[in-house]
């Protein structure tokens, strides 16, 4: 369908308009070489509206509004489940929100992407999604945000170690980096990579490692018993022994929000 509408300069422009399924509706206007957008979403199982505003779209990988009628029954059920009703949907979600829409398709952590789209539509809590929010989770594997929650249910800061080589007459070796307790390792998949999901979490500012002990000394003593310190150990000589470095690790106030917008 196709109407007219006035530029600033008095004359008639064509706007054409097309729906996506039963959900947004997208006016669009080329400006040069760039295209831009205005969006009016009323669908029946996502009713929130983008009034207003124009978004630049040239560098989006796919239709944003094909891509908002594809998750939009996902992200319904997911305001359902965090108890938001209609009445709280946002008029003008930020601009971060296109942003989010286009990183979905391509993030590890979809459910994760999908739950900080549902943020930047929720009144109450829209303002707090940062740019920098979305680029964070498309860098994020679903095992580092699962390591990340493990780490943020301890208020103590999460017991971590460094497995030390002790060796006779020899200074200390570095045999083992990030020695994590067996309950926080479980819930990840691929536990062979924590030093690395340690690191890059450390890297984003998700997290601080700290040079004090989180726990017990019969805690880190635990650590240095595991049998997989043991058997990197085999080619080392026998009158040397695993010591564990005690370290803690905590939340950011940065992997805090993080959390709190990527979670049900």
């Not at 729906?19 to 831009?36: F, I, W």
């Not at 952590?109 to 109450?124: G, I, K, P």
């Not at 929650?149 to 800061?157: L, Q, T």
């Not at 979490?201 to 049998?227: D, F, G, N, Q």
Request: aromatic share 6%.
């Amino acid at each position: 369908m196709e109407q007219s509408s006035k530029s600033k300069s008095g004359r008639k422009r064509r706007v054409s308009k097309r729906t996506v399924s039963d959900g947004p509706t997208l006016a669009t206007a080329a400006r040069g070489s760039t295209q831009k957008i205005e969006v009016d979403t009323r669908a029946r199982s996502l009713p929130i509206s983008l009034h207003g505003e124009l978004f630049d779209t040239s560098s989006f990988d796919a239709d944003p509004t094909q891509a908002l009628s594809t998750y939009q029954e996902e992200l319904g059920w997911i305001l359902d489940r965090r108890g938001v009703d209609s009445s709280r949907y946002v008029e003008t979600p930020p601009k971060v929100f296109f942003q989010a829409l286009q990183s979905v398709a391509t993030a590890t952590a979809r459910n994760e992407a999908l739950f900080l789209l549902a943020t930047c539509l929720d009144e109450a809590v829209a303002h707090r999604v940062l740019p920098s929010h979305v680029e964070i989770t498309r860098q994020l594997s679903e095992d580092e945000f699962t390591l990340l929650r493990e780490i943020s249910s301890s208020h103590r800061g999460t017991p971590v170690g460094d497995a030390m080589l002790v060796i006779p007459r020899a200074q200390p070796i570095l045999h083992y980096k990030y020695v994590v307790l067996e309950a926080t390792a479980n819930p990840v998949v691929h536990k062979v990579n924590i030093p690395q999901y340690i690191d890059n979490l450390s890297r984003l500012r998700l997290i601080s490692v700290h040079e004090e002990p989180a726990a017990s000394e019969a805690t880190y003593l635990e650590m240095s018993r595991y049998k997989f310190l043991k058997e990197i150990k085999a080619d080392v000589p026998k009158r040397s022994k695993i010591a564990i470095h005690p370290l803690s690790v905590h939340l950011t106030e940065l992997g805090r929000g993080l959390l709190a917008i990527c979670s049900l």
